[in-house]
């Protein structure tokens, strides 16, 4: 920084002195009387009177996304007199501002004038509020001191009732924005429920005044000014994470009207290397901008080949008079001012480090108050062209061309013939104005500060003003933009070749058990057709960086929701064109949410450098996809995992499978279970997942139950999740699904089944039971396994006492017989609703199988025993619906009761008897299997019984709404009179019963070839349906069969020998150092504490290293104990493990080649 190296060097020599702050433009000569004037300005002709009060010295940084900037409470923003803080990254060392401040000036009744501002001091605001008479605070001291607030800090009171001192002293009664929570207006009650306002991530809050004292730099009287601002930041994963935004409320409480009054921002923009810097300014954004005037930005305070650019965006200026018929003017948070109207930025000015007519400004002087309207020091007005001075046409903006294009008017081609002006030190100013105030005028001025880094200094420029739109929509929508998802917290772990990643989100957060959904402001339609305007959760993704210093990085996985969102493509900025153009910003698979990753075949002791960001995602917004920040994790290196915790063994791997066990109720267990997240640390703790209804009103008068649950760990008796309790808090219950939160090196996933068919099984034949079996209670499997049906196991031999094999499947059309892609559409026709959660039998009772079996035997499949089992005829194909035996019944058998008969009731047949015989099996053969021996039966059809009315379905239990529709049906009534059908096209296939090719007919076929031409009396075929779950359930998660081993002395002992060092030996170089002047070394395979000593092979003591850290690496600079290079040879490393043992290491090591550049 030109100049500012002495400039800071003058103030620590001064400190104290008013002196100090004295002019920085080191011109002097203008000030000669300034010391007189000032002694006059404690007298004024009106009120109100000047203080005796001291300079603020509180300070905050405002860092709540990818930005520290320092705040002032004395109308200086960022320096004051040390080292100045807009850093950018805000973990980086490059600066982007040097100095910023307000400046107003205006004139008095008398044509006066009256100025509050400074570039570098002495500044001209002091701490605290005004009183009714415009007088400032006795002690100004009371009042010196800056709020802040962070969304942290409310999650924690939330949580804990504990406040931070800021938050508990809100200072409302000074004007400092606030909700109400309480019910009571103009208090300040936080147990009440009282909150600060909280813009964004972070708020900051102060007032001062401009009549604390004597204004040393403007000379002039005070205005009678009460200032109070808000400062603020958003940390999301866009361009708002590198904008910062200030609200400033200017209240007039002096005795007489400000005329001609001009705001102004004044920026001492140093980005990175303060001497290369090029401004400008864009007046469709009311943007001034500063970017760098040189494609490397040079210098330990540089931004390197990539030089960012940032604007100063004038949002919102004050309120002037507007004329116009009808005129009405409305704010973003919905207040109208009729016959007003708010101005932006009125002038864009700069000027150089100099003392020239475009130079530094003289405070005592009009200078200031002349660069708020645009003019130079010597009076003469901005000119266009040039350098803006000595032209015939004037101008209120300097350099208003696009730099990213070389347009003219900018300092990339101030001619039109493509000359370029000098990179330099630049200061600028943007203002609004002329207007005025009147006592007890009130003034919102609001405007941010954008930063935007490209692949150079040109696209920067350009991706700056497209990142403005973003800023500027925040503005436009009140600044009442959805919080992002809040950032994963993401917890680590390195085994040998392997870096395990989990993440989660804290109970307080917004994106708990992966719930976010936010109202989203940035419609581009605020009606679009499908009404969807809420970004929700998508998922997570995984970022890899080369270095620390890399800040895209790549994204390596992502884990997003199964809704059929994969590849979103929006609006982005071409580098080459500067156009906008589609690209893709996400990237997801449907491969569904995982709150874990581990990274496998990696190279142990090798640095990685990793992160990991929540986003979210909406249709129809600009962006369409709403992130988190990257969660940015230190180096980790892979490393043996067993000398740690002193000697762990590891009994599980990252994505095993926990599985609970039903202890109560009846639904499935298939989605309430934990994956490995992290091996090392797993408890071996049970856990309990209970659901359980909640009564929600859904009217004044009626509720609702809603299923929800609880998770608890019924080792410690923490509750990790309690349904009811998050409805109460949040409104909302916790969402159902896999991988919701990870606790204890586990993932937890409290989920219902799919509706679908649980398992086929043939659970009796004619010897009854089947015991023999891999299914529940011995029973075997009942469909074919190789089509995808789900069997405990092949139907075999044990499935029936004669030779036969039963499928359940579904009549075959010459589509096949897959189970997805022909039985369920074709059998579960009406949905798995009428299906899920009852199980089904298709029952061969000896009374229905020898009734049929005489009625077939005897030619007569129609015959009307008194004993009949009736289906009918269900499309008449051989008769007007007329009655069929069947040999068996249909049940529907309740939910998971398989031995309770009491909530059965039977279902009702309807048969299509392709041949016109009766039901039997087709001489036709099944595609089930790829050879012609697999007959299937007649297709038959099941409904439920209904009423006597037949108005609405009967499910009352056992065989009454049966016999009533067999009644009617051999009565002669409809055979229609039943309810709603279940399932559709149902058969029974003899799987290998006997070749169809091999018989001249259905009679040779069934006579000669056929093993079986129905399954045996007694023989029941299930269908068992997943089962939701419901009120009621219990399921225990036991992890102590996955817990590591620790504490071991075998693994310990046995893990001395994995100790070790690299590069080993040492050539001059390892993948550790980060220049050609450091050294270093790294102990690998460490337990945690550890005592390393470093001999020679004369046995001298080098170098005693302790260790006592979690790290199972030790880096060591190759020094000796005294910090001296080491020297080139053989070494021998003692490693000690209190209460383990120890091991010996041989080191070879061989010293740099210090090569010097001679001049």
Not at 371 to 393: E, K
């Amino acid at each position: 920084m030109v100049n500012k190296l002495s400039l800071w060097l003058v103030l620590i020599a001064f400190v104290g002195s008013t002196a100090a702050f004295a002019d920085v433009d080191k011109d002097k000569d203008k000030n000669k009387n300034k010391s007189s004037n000032i002694e006059n300005l404690r007298s004024f002709k009106s009120r109100p009177d000047v203080g005796n009060c001291n300079l603020g010295s509180a300070a905050k940084d405002l860092d709540g996304n990818n930005i520290r900037a320092r705040l002032y409470n004395n109308g200086a923003l960022f320096w004051k007199g040390s080292g100045n803080v807009y850093t950018v990254p805000k973990n980086g060392e490059a600066n982007s501002i040097f100095a910023s401040g307000i400046w107003i000036g205006g004139l008095d009744s008398d044509g006066d004038l009256r100025f509050a501002g400074t570039a570098y001091g002495p500044f001209e605001y002091w701490p605290g509020p005004l009183d009714t008479n415009g007088n400032p605070p006795a002690d100004c001291s009371v009042f010196d001191r800056i709020y802040k607030v962070t969304r942290t800090d409310l999650n924690a009171y939330n949580e804990t009732g504990v406040a931070t001192a800021d938050l508990q002293d809100w200072p409302v009664e000074l004007g400092a924005p606030v909700v109400d929570g309480d019910g009571v207006a103009d208090n300040y009650n936080l147990a009440g429920g009282d909150r600060p306002e909280l813009i964004g991530e972070q708020t900051a809050w102060w007032v001062m005044n401009d009549v604390g004292s004597v204004k040393e730099w403007s000379a002039t009287e005070p205005i009678g000014l009460e200032v109070q601002v808000t400062a603020f930041a958003f940390n999301t994963a866009d361009a708002l994470n590198n904008t910062t935004f200030y609200k400033y409320k200017l209240i007039h409480k002096g005795d007489e009207p400000l005329i001609d009054t001009y705001f102004g921002i004044w920026s001492d923009p140093d980005l990175g290397n303060a001497a290369d810097d090029f401004v400008g300014s864009d007046t469709t954004l009311g943007l001034g901008i500063v970017y760098n005037g040189q494609d490397n930005d040079q210098g330990f305070d540089g931004y390197g080949t990539n030089p960012p650019a940032l604007a100063y965006d004038f949002f919102s200026g004050p309120l002037v008079p507007d004329t116009t018929a009808g005129a009405v003017w409305t704010d973003p948070d919905g207040t109208e001012y009729p016959g007003q109207r708010r101005i932006g930025m009125q002038k864009f000015v700069y000027y150089n480090n100099d003392s020239s007519v475009q130079g530094n400004p003289t405070g005592n002087s009009d200078d200031p108050y002349n660069y708020l309207r645009g003019i130079w020091r010597d009076n003469t007005p901005m000119t266009f062209g040039g350098t803006g001075y000595g032209g015939s046409q004037s101008t209120n903006f300097m350099f208003p061309g696009d730099a990213s294009k070389k347009e003219f008017w900018s300092e990339e081609n101030t001619d039109n013939a493509g000359s370029r002006n000098t990179p330099a030190d630049r200061r600028f100013l943007l203002s609004t104005g002329p207007f005025t105030m009147n006592p007890g005028d009130v003034q919102d001025i609001v405007y941010g500060i954008v930063w935007s880094q490209s692949v150079n200094r040109l696209a920067s420029f350009a991706q700056l003003k497209f990142d403005d739109v973003l800023a500027q929509g925040a503005f436009n929508s009140n600044f009442n933009i959805p919080r992002a998802p809040d950032a994963p917290v993401v917890t680590t772990e390195v085994f040998d070749k392997t870096i395990l990643l989990d993440w989660g989100n804290s109970p307080t957060s917004n994106n708990f058990l992966n719930g976010y959904d936010a109202p989203s402001a940035f419609l581009v339609d605020q009606n679009p057709p499908d009404g969807n305007t809420t970004y929700t959760f998508e998922g997570y993704r995984v970022y890899q960086y080369d270095s620390p210093f890399d800040q895209v990085g790549r994204v390596i996985a992502t884990f997003d929701v199964q809704n059929q969102v994969t590849t979103v493509v929006d609006d982005a900025l071409d580098l080459a064109s500067g156009a906008v153009v589609t690209q893709v910003v996400a990237n997801g698979s449907d491969s569904g949410v995982k709150n874990f990753l581990a990274l496998e075949n990696l190279t142990n002791y090798q640095d990685y450098y990793l992160g990991v960001q929540a986003y979210a995602y909406n249709p129809n917004s600009l962006p369409k996809i709403y992130a988190s920040p990257i969660v940015r994790l230190p180096a980790l290196q892979p490393t043996k995992f067993d000398a740690r915790r002193g000697g762990t063994a590891s009994l599980s791997s990252a994505g095993d499978v926990v599985n609970s066990v039903r202890s109560q109720g009846t639904g499935d267990s298939f989605g309430v279970l934990a994956n490995v997240a992290d091996p090392a640390k797993i408890t071996g703790d049970d856990y309990n997942v209970s659901t359980y209804n909640v009564a929600v009103p859904d009217s004044d008068t009626t509720t609702v139950d809603v299923l929800t649950y609880n998770l608890i760990n019924a080792t410690t008796g923490e509750v990790i999740i309690n349904g009811e309790d998050f409805y109460n808090s949040t409104g909302k219950f916790p969402p159902f699904g896999s991988d919701l939160l990870t606790k204890d090196g586990l993932s937890f996933g409290v989920d219902t089944a799919p509706a679908d068919f649980n398992s086929f099984l043939m659970i009796a034949n004619g010897a009854g039971p089947i015991t023999d079996g891999a299914g529940p209670r011995g029973t075997t499997g009942g469909a074919a396994d190789f089509q995808g049906f789900p069997v405990p196991e092949r139907p075999g031999s044990n499935q029936q006492v004669g030779d036969g094999i039963w499928f359940w499947a579904t009549g075959d059309v010459g589509t096949g017989a897959n189970y997805n892609d022909v039985f369920i559409p074709r059998s579960v026709r009406n949905g798995f609703g009428v299906v899920v959660p009852w199980d089904w039998e298709i029952r061969f009772t000896a009374e229905c199988y020898d009734a049929w079996r005489t009625a077939t035997d005897a030619g007569d499949p129609f015959a009307t025993p008194a004993n009949g089992c009736y289906g009918y005829d269900r499309f008449g194909i051989f008769g007007d619906s007329r009655p069929q035996l069947v040999p068996f019944e249909l049940w529907n058998t309740g939910i998971a009761t398989p031995e309770d008969p009491s909530d059965d009731y039977r279902a009702i047949p309807a048969v299509i008897d392709w041949e016109g015989d009766g039901f039997d099996l087709q001489f036709f053969d099944s595609s089930v299997s790829g050879s012609d021996n697999d007959p299937e039966s007649d297709w038959f059809y099941w409904y439920d019984p209904c009423n006597a009315a037949c108005d609405a379905n009967d499910f009352s239990p056992g065989e009454d709404g049966y016999n009533r529709w067999q009644s009617d049906l051999l009565g002669g009534v409809s055979a229609f009179t039943h309810g709603r059908e279940t399932l559709a096209r149902t058969v029974v296939v003899n799987w290998n019963g006997g070749a169809i090719s091999a018989a001249t007919d259905k009679a040779d076929y069934q006579a000669n070839v056929l093993d079986q031409d129905m399954p045996e009396a007694g023989s029941i075929l299930r269908a068992e349906t997943t089962k939701p779950l419901a009120d009621g359930d219990v399921f225990t998660i036991s992890s102590g069969a996955f817990a590591p081993v620790t504490a071991s002395d075998s693994t310990a002992t046995a893990s001395l020998d994995k100790i070790g060092i690299v590069p080993n030996p040492y050539k001059g170089a390892s993948a550790y150092e980060v220049d050609l002047t450091s050294d270093k070394a790294r102990f690998t395979n460490l337990p945690q504490t550890a005592t390393i000593r470093v001999f020679s092979l004369a046995g001298t003591l080098v170098r005693t290293i302790e260790k006592n850290s979690s790290s199972a690496t030790l880096e060591w600079d190759l020094t000796t104990q005294e910090g001296l290079p080491l020297a080139s040879g053989m070494y021998l490393i003692h490693v000690e493990v209190p209460g383990v043992g120890e091991k010996v290491i041989k080191f070879g090591f061989i010293k740099k080649r210090i090569q010097l550049d001679l001049i």
